[in-house]
């Protein structure tokens, strides 16, 4: 079974930056697409930003356009989330999720990493 690594998270400052990373356990094929999930206390899970493995197109939250910036290592099957001039309306558990060919809906989670911003 594989499992999807988050890291990177850690307490910031209004304004810092902030590199998560992705990485599953062993090699993973089939993919359709990876992503960065996010859910802050008493709300929902939100998508925050994903990416289509074949040809690298990809997606942005409103709320995060500009600022966050999602990339993928083709090699290592990795995806990573450059947050940049993060706000404390970031903080939250971020997850990284798999939607492999086939699946209707992304099916592999990672664990989460915990992102604090303090204004």
């Known amino acids: 079974q594989v499992s999807l690594v988050e890291s990177g998270g850690g307490v910031v400052q209004a304004g810092d930056s902030l590199r998560l990373s992705c990485v599953p356990t062993?090699?993973?094929?089939?993919?359709?697409?990876m992503a960065w999930f996010r859910q802050a206390p008493g709300k929902e899970r939100e998508i925050v930003s994903s990416?289509?493995?074949?040809?690298?197109?990809?997606y942005y939250a409103d709320s995060v356009k500009g600022r966050f910036t999602i990339s993928r290592d083709i090699r290592k099957t990795s995806i990573y989330l450059q947050m940049n001039n993060l706000e404390p309306e970031d903080t939250a558990v971020y997850f990284c999720?798999?939607?492999?060919?086939?699946?209707?809906?992304?099916?592999?989670w990672g664990q989460g990493t915990q992102v604090t911003v303090s204004s």
């Open positions: 990416i289509r493995w074949s040809g690298g197109s990809t």
């Open positions: 999720a798999v939607q492999q060919v086939g699946a209707s809906a992304y099916n592999l």
């Open positions: 062993r090699a993973t094929f089939s993919l359709y697409g």
